[in-house]
């Protein structure tokens, strides 16, 4: 994400949170205050009984803030704004503020649209007793129209679609502000890391529990700045297309409720098999898109990595996945493939089953005929057969590196040289030409 919106009701905490985003992560995050209430301050305006000249004083503030809207998204940072137009004019419905109703309709598009809006959820007896307690009652909305306000913004809501998350600011700090950090993909540096020099995307590849989602996890719980050091990755967001498969196959189990027939699977053993081959082309594509999403706003990938998992079986099962994949991915990839033996895929694959748990991600398991159909055959050793080299997809020399991941460890004292020394290797070589 890179533009995302606070709302709340009146001492929901919006400025307090987004003065402690802007105070521990200076170099990841540019906040902007709320546009109205900037403008009543510095114009002296009251927003009760001046409702005309505040409008206009919000007109003409309009292209002041996209600039800096648009600033901070060049810039690489993630841009917090505070509140919104939509939020005004909720107020101006609950006040009968017939003005800016008026001048809504001419203005509403002139502001870049964030990529969410999350709003800070607490009860309106809350938000009145925190309202007393600050003692300002030139900002201060009685019960009557904050109801008013909130079935108007709701409904604004509705009618534009908007991608809104509601989180609980009614409980304590430590795990709110926890939840915003990982919403918002932030990590705290308590030293500078060297982030410069860290991969763009990682193709993380390799059989189904092969380890790929451990490597992840190792990755996440590893600080910041010792990851950039030792493993030359950075702040990183991964993606998967296992969700977007299983989303697929629980679309079949409703399908098929409804006396339609399944489209790409069928249940095997409490699980899935998959009888669509088309699929796996549409999986590759969809991570694509969402890759392609990302890195098309100017300087995505600054002090950033995208960790990108799949695996892939059959004759030409990796050849045509990478294959499938764009040229402005691949000339900024590296491939690390986590191996293990086909013998071993299936022993881990069982070990980590829970059944209790089918719904997580960790803890799916591959039917053994599916496993031996869709996994038996793996062409990675066709088309990189070396230990670690470059490989050529659509005209890009792609950096690789095959990393044994066997036997199974769970100790950080082994796994650390064992992902340490494939990253070393594969950073040079990812660095040689570039």
Not at 377 to 399: C, E, L, M, Q, Y
Request: hydrophobic share 40%.
């Amino acid at each position: 994400m890179h533009h995302v919106i606070f709302e709340g009701l009146p001492a929901a905490g919006k400025s307090e949170t987004l003065s402690l985003l802007a105070r521990f992560y200076p170099q990841n995050v540019v906040v902007l205050p709320e546009l109205v209430k900037e403008v009543a301050i510095r114009e002296e305006i009251d927003i009760f009984s001046q409702r005309e000249r505040l409008t206009q004083a919000i007109v003409a503030e309009i292209p002041r803030r996209k600039e800096q809207v648009q600033r901070a998204i060049a810039s690489g940072k993630l841009c917090l704004e505070e509140s919104h137009l939509g939020v005004h004019l909720a107020y101006a419905k609950a006040f009968g503020d017939k003005a800016f109703i008026d001048a809504y309709s001419r203005i509403s598009s002139a502001l870049p649209q964030p990529d969410a809006y999350l709003r800070m959820d607490i009860p309106i007896e809350l938000s009145l007793l925190r309202q007393e307690a600050r003692n300002s009652p030139r900002f201060f909305i009685d019960r009557e129209h904050l109801e008013a306000m909130l079935t108007a913004l709701q409904g604004w809501h509705i009618d534009h679609l908007t991608n809104l998350i509601t989180i609980n600011a009614d409980r304590e700090a430590s795990s709110f502000l926890l939840e915003i950090e990982r919403m918002l993909g932030l990590q705290y540096m308590a030293e500078k890391a060297p982030l410069g020099d860290t991969f763009d995307i990682i193709l993380l590849l390799g059989r189904p529990a092969a380890g790929k989602s451990e490597f992840i996890d190792f990755m996440h719980k590893t600080p910041i700045a010792q990851r950039a050091r030792d493993y030359h990755i950075a702040p990183f967001e991964a993606l998967d297309d296992f969700p977007l498969l299983w989303e697929k196959c629980v679309e079949d189990d409703l399908w098929e409720s409804m006396g339609k027939g399944r489209l790409y699977s069928r249940r095997a053993e409490e699980n899935y098999a998959i009888t669509n081959s088309d699929i796996w082309e549409f999986l590759i594509k969809r991570l694509d898109q969402q890759v392609a999403e990302i890195i098309s706003h100017p300087r995505a990938l600054a002090k950033k990595t995208l960790i990108i998992e799949f695996a892939r079986g059959g004759e030409h099962g990796y050849a045509e996945a990478l294959s499938q994949l764009s040229p402005e991915i691949l000339k900024r990839a590296v491939i690390l493939y986590v191996s293990v033996s086909f013998k071993e895929s299936w022993r881990r694959n069982v070990a980590r089953y829970d059944e209790k748990r089918r719904s997580g991600l960790l803890t799916h398991s591959v039917p053994r005929a599916e496993m031996e159909a869709t996994y038996g055959t793996d062409d990675w050793f066709d088309i990189a057969p070396d230990s670690h080299r470059r490989i050529d997809v659509k005209g890009a020399n792609v950096p690789y590196v095959t990393m044994n991941n066997e036997p199974e460890s769970k100790d950080p004292q082994v796994l650390s040289p064992r992902y340490g020394i494939a990253l070393d290797a594969l950073h040079s070589l990812w660095k040689r030409e570039r």
